[in-house]
């Protein structure tokens, strides 16, 4: 099945700073999946993109799809509280296959 | 809807014992899911099912057993617990499927066999 690499694993950031966390994959995707999981929590989906190029805004949150369609981004805007947890991709390839995620925290 | 419920949410087993996790969905998808998540880990793909009697495996299915009777239902079996099945377990749902559809998660059963 298909392997993604995700990073960086861990992001510490003050409070109004940007944060990114990328995923990276060898071969080419069909489609990526964004989660957010706080803490104790489960994962929440937050966004799937299909198309080579792809941008898609929710408020702070950019999400990308490469032009290659091998890597995708997600970046916050002038983060908050409210945005702690570890965000995770996920590809579909025969069975689905989740990255190892990425911890943010943020210090008020 | 209550969605995705899982049972139950904590539990610990002594090696060798068995035990089923129970899941259940009232939004009626077709496609149910387990996953185990190990300590700073991702989620890694148990067995997943497309429909009332069909399931099929996933990246990491031995020590398991999955069975799906009715749409609602997913039970997932551990026979012969043992240390390497600590972790927390999610059952999510979809309705058309892995590749093109959102997956809503249950809360996890946070499981420790000692």
């Known amino acids: 099945g298909q392997q993604v690499m995700q990073i960086p694993q861990y992001q510490h950031v003050q409070e109004g700073e940007d944060f990114t966390t990328y995923c990276n994959s060898s071969?080419?995707?069909?489609?990526i999946q964004w989660y957010k999981q706080r803490p104790g929590g489960h994962p929440v989906f937050l966004i799937q993109l299909v198309k080579s190029g792809e941008v898609k805004k929710q408020k702070r949150l950019t999400f990308q799809f490469g032009e290659a369609k091998k890597n995708s981004s997600l970046h916050i805007t002038a983060t908050q509280t409210t945005d702690v947890g570890t965000y995770f991709c996920a590809v579909f390839n025969n069975d689905m296959r989740f990255g190892a995620g990425t911890r943010l925290t943020v210090k008020p | 809807n209550a969605g995705v419920t899982q049972t139950p949410k904590f539990r610990i087993l002594k090696i060798g014992q068995s035990m089923t996790l129970q899941c259940t969905q009232d939004?009626?998808?077709?496609?149910m899911y387990w996953y185990r998540q190990d300590p700073g880990m991702g989620l890694k793909l148990i067995y997943y099912?497309?429909?009332?009697?069909?399931?099929d495996k996933g990246e990491v299915p031995n020590g398991y057993n999955v069975s799906r009777s009715t749409t609602e239902d997913f039970p997932l079996r551990l026979e012969l617990a043992a240390p390497s099945q600590t972790s927390v377990y999610f059952c999510?749902?979809?309705?058309?499927?892995?590749?093109?559809?959102?997956?809503?998660f249950g809360p996890g059963t946070r499981l420790t066999v000692l």
């Open positions: 099912s497309v429909g009332a009697g069909i399931t």
């Open positions: 999510a749902s979809s309705s058309i499927g892995l590749i093109t559809d959102t997956q809503y």
């Open positions: 071969t080419t995707l069909s489609n």
């Open positions: 939004m009626n998808h077709n496609y």
